[in-house]
């Protein structure tokens, strides 16, 4: 991986994100974790469950880093959802979005929050429970991912017709108004999504690696899709250019397994394996945070960027 820059968090870093133009997006707090980002809820049985809103609000402070060097910073101050996703917009403002949401006599917890260029909160609304991952379009479309308690139900969804999950289909897009633009439909041949483990947009495009199975499909707006079947398990990144597929991760500890193939007509051809490394060949630290977009795994480590290309095998070490 190339070095692109140092980073500096205000506080505990809570969410990594990249942006449609390959911004690496660092939101951090200097709240205590348990009463605001990370509120859970125990039970009388000392199970714990996440909360959809934060028992306290926070600030929460927001860097998006070019790789040519400037930064620019965001304080959003009374944020009130748990768990948070934080995307930048083509107007210069945020989407903030809560990983969970309650369902409440019918009505969802409101877990996606607009906020301007200032970090004023604008209009809000619910996209559901159990996101795993969400990525912003040049066109301000939404892709989300979700996770199995938000396909299934969880949270008061589910369980009854009049409520079932909004993340039924795995992925979903979404406008900045709450509409659903789009919901998943697997193609021929291959399985509905159970958990979706790996989601990337690419320009207006999302791609997508799920349970189970694990086919790699492509999904549009205007509902085209395309899959291809995949015997690479577990990977929860997926970087995409052109004909060529980037897995990252996987299970028992594979966190750093990079698997690059390319799409045939039906499956993933040809899958070479590497281990991600840091310039010179140093292993990747298992604390460092990896997300992937487009043609680029970027990974944030020692308070530093990393970036890869998948096109490009300088970088790599089998």
Not at 56 to 73: K, Q
Not at 253 to 268: A, C, M, P, Q, S
Not at 279 to 287: F, K, Q, R, T
Request: include cysteine; proline fraction near 5%; aromatic fraction near 10%.
């Amino acid at each position: 991986m190339a070095r692109i820059r140092a980073v500096d968090s205000t506080g505990q870093i809570v969410h990594v994100g990249v942006s449609f133009n390959d911004d690496l997006i660092v939101a951090s707090s200097q709240a205590e974790p348990n009463s605001t980002y990370a509120s859970a809820n125990t039970s009388p049985g000392f199970a714990t469950f996440p909360r959809g809103t934060a028992e306290n609000t926070y600030s929460l402070h927001v860097a998006i880093y070019t790789p040519t060097g400037d930064v620019r910073n965001i304080v959003i101050d009374d944020v009130t959802i748990a768990f948070p996703h934080v995307q930048a917009l083509p107007d210069g403002g945020l989407l903030l979005v809560g990983a969970r949401s309650y369902l409440h006599d019918g009505v969802g917890e409101r877990n996606a929050l607009l906020i301007d260029h200032d970090g004023k909160l604008g209009t809000s609304f619910c996209i559901g429970d159990g996101i795993q991952s969400v990525q912003v379009t040049p066109s301000a479309n939404v892709w989300v991912g979700y996770f199995d308690e938000g396909v299934f139900g969880n949270m008061g969804w589910g369980g009854h017709e009049a409520h079932p999950p909004l993340g039924a289909p795995g992925l979903v897009c979404w406008s900045l108004s709450g509409e659903q633009l789009y919901r998943f439909e697997p193609p021929t041949g291959l399985g509905s999504i159970d958990d979706c483990y790996a989601m990337c947009a690419v320009e207006e495009t999302a791609w997508a690696c799920y349970y189970s199975g694990f086919p790699i499909c492509r999904a549009t707006v205007d509902g085209s899709t395309a899959g291809w079947r995949n015997d690479v398990a577990g990977a929860h990144q997926i970087a995409v250019q052109g004909d060529r597929v980037g897995l990252i991760g996987g299970y028992s500890g594979l966190f750093d397994r990079l698997v690059v193939g390319r799409l045939g007509d039906e499956v993933v051809e040809t899958p070479t394996t590497w281990q991600l490394a840091l310039p010179g060949g140093d292993a990747l630290p298992s604390d460092a945070t990896v997300v992937a977009r487009g043609r680029f795994v970027h990974a944030l480590a020692n308070d530093t960027w990393f970036r890869l290309d998948i096109g490009s095998s300088e970088h790599h070490r089998p």
